[in-house]
């Protein structure tokens, strides 16, 4: 009887709009892993009204970045759990302290990097607007509304939310690159390293899923069939 397989640990990484959620569902869906974002991990914590989630939610209101401590600690508890699962971290590391605290307990596999034009990201979420009181999401591109700027159903104005907007996406993007440049760097010095280009999400995809069927083979698939 041979030896089990080690475990896989593996990180996603890109920066908002790029997607990454997207990527990582079909990566989940596709091969026997646990998937930990760490925005939802926040979310419950805050949620539930945990100490950590009570300390995050303080810096959130305050209009603070949340430190690195308090999101290692977050993530770092919530592997504990996980073992005996192979898994994928999203949204965590993204600084350089934050990868260096996980190295020091658990060797990263690999890191998968999405990597999309800013441009193209800009036009993606700035052409997202919402029905504020349902939630309904429009894309000018490809969802558009019948009515330019009105509501299908209601016929009510559509907004743009706060984090959609121009101004509000450069910043976002300027942060994402300032933060994880770092961390691409150490995980590229390390051999593990693996970035995908590409402007659209169904391009890109299969290149992943391709190099994780050849490179990782020690990932149970759920199916045979190529998605």
């Known amino acids: 009887m041979g030896a089990p397989a080690r475990l896989l640990r593996a990180v996603i990484l890109g920066a908002p709009g790029s997607g990454k959620g997207t990527v990582s569902s079909r990566i989940t869906q596709h ?4 998937h ?32 690195d401590d308090i999101m290692t600690r977050l993530a770092l508890n919530e592997l504990k759990n996980l073992t005996q699962y192979n898994w994928l971290l999203d949204g965590f590391p993204r600084t350089l302290p ?26 993606r979420l700035t052409a997202r607007w919402i029905h ?3 939630g309904r999401v429009y894309n000018i591109d490809f969802n558009p509304p019948k009515r330019v700027g009105l509501d299908d159903l209601t016929g009510e104005p559509l907004v743009q939310r706060e984090d ?3 101004e509000t996406v450069a910043k976002r993007l300027k942060a994402y690159e300032a933060q994880t440049e770092p961390v691409l760097e150490y995980y590229q010095k390390k051999g593990v390293l693996e970035t995908f280009s590409g402007t659209e999400t169904n391009k890109i995809w299969p290149h992943v899923y391709a190099f994780l ?9 759920k199916s045979s069939v190529t998605p």
Not at 213 to 221: E, F, G, M, S
């Open 132 to 134: 504020a009181n349902s």
């Open 31 to 34: 091969f026997e892993l646990k």
């Open 36 to 67: 930990l974002s760490s925005g939802d991990l926040l979310r419950g914590n805050m949620l539930r009204g945990t100490e950590i989630g009570v300390l995050a939610k303080t810096f959130i209101e305050q209009g603070k970045l949340i430190p």
């Open 164 to 166: 959609d907007k121009p």
């Open 213 to 221: 069927q050849t490179k990782l083979p020690q990932i149970n698939q």
């Open 98 to 123: 934050q990868a260096e605290a996980l190295d020091k307990v658990y060797k990263i596999d690999t890191v998968i990097n999405l990597k999309v034009p800013f441009e193209i990201i800009k036009q």
